[in-house]
């Protein structure tokens, strides 16, 4: 029986490490394996930092500390399933240090390289610019949420490098039931406090919008958010809720800005969006390209008119949403679900054990 250590950097409630590892240890389990989880920061360290902008220095430090207790046991186990990089800021020579007698699977969700490597600070730039590329490079696999990660990878000489995306489990996401004729339609939004500014800054075209077709703008896990002019609904985010909240609605929007960072992003909310029938508007940035089929699925916007033009026609037109919403719904039964994924997640952990 192979022994995996897997080392999120957060619990259950941050959502990169819930849908990229959480969501994959019942299938290893049932193929066999035994499963040691260990996230370096806790969900109540999270919701801290969500409450008050930070996670408090005792906290870090004693989160920090188990961390390294963990990683100096880790040579029992036959491979180390590593979130993004297992001690942020740490050299990289003394992570690989650390794990120089077990093997280790990186797993991307975002291009946290950017961190160190685009850091405003010269000197951090300097020092950890290439802290991730090493990490990478001493992996035994690295698996990527998509492809701007992947390229970066096999830049830095990683061995071996597999995309493969961010999805939902179709077993919590079923099909939209109906789609309605509403006297005030519902655009939808689903993140964080911490991605809500990417949500404003569609404030002026959204208010725009809101003077020529009625709707209502429900935001769900991004805390209270005002607009000028817009009907704005929050809503709290909880697993257990947040695909039925989408499901009442009637068009999925995912605004990003297009840099380095954004080309990192996974386009996690799109398949949310389009496993509960909904069609989408996207910026047309990073993986949402890969995700989105224009005209078939939803469509891109980029600038302030193309947002205003986009949603209207869906607003405005019940036929059309029902048709991109449930092509999207076909697309990510074929390639963007828990049930497609898994048995290919676990074949290359299984196989990345072994060797």
């Known amino acids: 029986m192979l022994k995996f250590l897997v080392l999120p950097k957060y619990g259950k409630l941050g959502a990169s490490s819930r849908m990229r590892l959480f969501q994959y240890v019942p299938q290893l389990e049932q193929a066999g394996a035994e499963v040691t989880v260990s996230p370096l920061l806790s969900d109540a360290m999270l919701q801290a930092r969500y409450q008050r902008g930070a996670y408090g220095v005792w906290a870090l430090l004693r989160a920090y500390s188990r961390r390294l207790m963990t990683l100096l046991g880790s040579q029992q186990f036959d491979l180390v399933w590593i979130e ?8 990289a020579w003394f992570e690989r240090l650390l794990l120089r007698r077990v093997p280790y699977v990186l797993d991307f969700d975002d291009a946290i390289f950017h961190n160190y490597d685009l850091h405003r600070v010269l000197w951090v730039r300097h020092v950890y610019g290439r802290r991730i590329d090493r990490l990478m490079a001493g992996a035994r696999l690295v698996v990527t949420g998509n492809r701007y990660m992947a390229d970066r990878a096999t830049a830095a ?7 493969l995306p961010t999805v939902v489990d179709l077993v919590l996401y079923a099909a939209k039931p109906s789609y309605r004729v509403a006297a005030k339609p519902r655009i939808v939004w689903i993140g964080s406090p911490s991605t809500v500014p990417y949500l404003l800054a569609l404030a002026q075209p959204l208010s725009a919008l809101a003077k020529r077709q009625p709707f209502s703008l429900r935001v769900i896990g991004g805390g209270v958010v005002t607009m000028p002019g817009v009907d704005v609904e929050a809503v709290n985010w909880s697993a257990d809720t947040e695909a039925a909240q989408i499901a009442e609605c009637d068009v999925g929007i995912m605004p990003l800005k297009n840099s380095p960072w954004e080309q990192g992003k996974c386009a996690y909310k799109l398949i949310q969006y389009m496993a509960c029938g909904l069609p989408t508007v996207a910026s047309s940035v990073g993986a949402n390209r890969d995700v989105l089929r224009e005209g078939e699925t939803g469509f891109f916007a980029d600038t302030d008119d193309e947002w205003i033009e986009r949603i209207e026609m869906l607003l405005c037109n019940v036929a059309l949403r029902q048709l991109l919403g449930q092509a999207g719904r076909v697309r990510v039964e074929a390639n963007y679900c828990l049930q497609q994924t898994a048995p290919r997640l676990v074949r ?8």
Do not use: R, S
Not at 84 to 89: C, D, T, Y
Not at 157 to 163: C, F, L, T
């Open 157 to 163: 000489a990683a061995q071996w490098v597999e995309v």
């Open 348 to 355: 290359l952990l299984m196989d990345a054990g072994v060797h």
């Open 84 to 91: 993004k990089e297992a001690l942020p800021w740490f050299p």
